[in-house]
């Protein structure tokens, strides 16, 4: 069996999970939409929406540092290693609250390692935060269609075996992207599922994000405001794109299509 009968090509908003969503769907014509919700995508809006660069990368990877160096920017650390000469880490909360920085190199398994790889189309990340901002950029170009699809990858995270672990908040960030495009947009099934799934829990979002495992994992370590930030839905107009390697504020003016 080919690659082709998992592509959904009669849909134009499409919905796949992990990185071998972009690999099997993506196309030059098409918006590829990474939802990490806790926490890589929450990270990269509100740093995009400060002014910062933000560069994808492999985690773990050993030449992180020489990536920064190469590209003038600052490598993140992890949420316990931040102190007052390296604040940045994947953390929201911290993004939030420490100085802006131009560059900044933000290196995670999951949305990340996503973005990192993908070499063909428009790439784009969201979040709770920015889902209706990101629909209407992808609407305002003309994605959405079957020559032009959308499509929305919930990242997911990962079993200690390495192998993928689907995420109710990455399911929930997905729909809400989904709901928020035009009706007359062609869902594939997988697309309407996600889409079913944030409208059942969009009444207590707050809730599930929370006691959900991932937020359960955030929380009990002691990030439960990184959790809080999440779960606040289009409090953020950024829409980071990925321009030459880096995610940057898109042009948010309507195109032609």
Same mark, same amino acid.
């Not at 709901?179 to 969009?202: F, G, K, N, Q, V």
């Given at each position: ?8 090509? #009669? *849909? ?12 099997t769907l993506s196309g030059p ?8 919700? &806790? ?6 809006? =509100? ?11 492999l985690w773990p990877s050993p ?10 920017? =600052? ?37 990340? *390692? ?10 784009? =990340?969201?979040? &709770? $935060? ?5 629909? %209407? ?7 959405? $269609?079957? #020559? ?12 200690? +075996? ?16 989904? @709901? *928020? ?15 079913? @799934? ?9 809730h599930a994000i929370q006691s ?18 999440? +779960? #606040? ?14 995610? %940057?504020? *898109?042009? &948010? ?5």
């Open positions: 069996m080919t690659a082709t009968v998992f592509a959904q090509h #009669d *849909a134009g908003v499409r919905f796949e999970w992990g990185l071998a969503g972009p690999v014509a098409a918006a590829v939409v990474i939802v990490d919700v &806790l926490s890589f995508t929450t990270a990269v809006t =509100v740093a995009v929406g400060r002014g910062t660069v933000i560069y994808p990368h030449d992180t540092e020489s990536f920064a160096r190469a590209h003038q920017a =600052v490598c993140a650390v992890r949420r316990r290693a931040v102190d007052a000469d390296h604040p940045w880490s994947l953390s929201p909360a911290h993004l939030l609250c420490a100085p802006a920085i131009d560059r900044l190199v933000l290196a995670s398994p999951n949305g990340s *390692a996503i973005a990192a790889q993908i070499t063909a189309g428009a790439v784009v =990340v969201a979040c &709770l $935060r920015n889902a209706t901002a990101v629909a %209407r950029w992808l609407s305002d170009r003309g994605f959405g $269609r079957s #020559d032009r699809p959308a499509i929305i990858i919930a990242a997911g995270e990962r079993w200690p +075996s390495g192998e993928l672990r689907p995420a109710l908040e990455d399911l929930l960030g997905a729909g809400a992207v989904i @709901a *928020a495009l035009p009706p007359e947009l062609r869902r594939s099934p997988e697309a309407t599922s996600a889409e079913a @799934a944030w409208h059942a829990h969009r009444s207590h979002l707050a959900c495992s991932s937020g359960q994992e955030l929380i009990d370590a002691g990030y439960a405001t990184d959790v809080d930030l999440a +779960s #606040d839905p289009d409090t953020d107009q950024a829409v980071p794109l990925l321009t030459d390697g880096a995610f %940057r504020q *898109a042009n &948010l003016t309507p195109q032609p299509t």
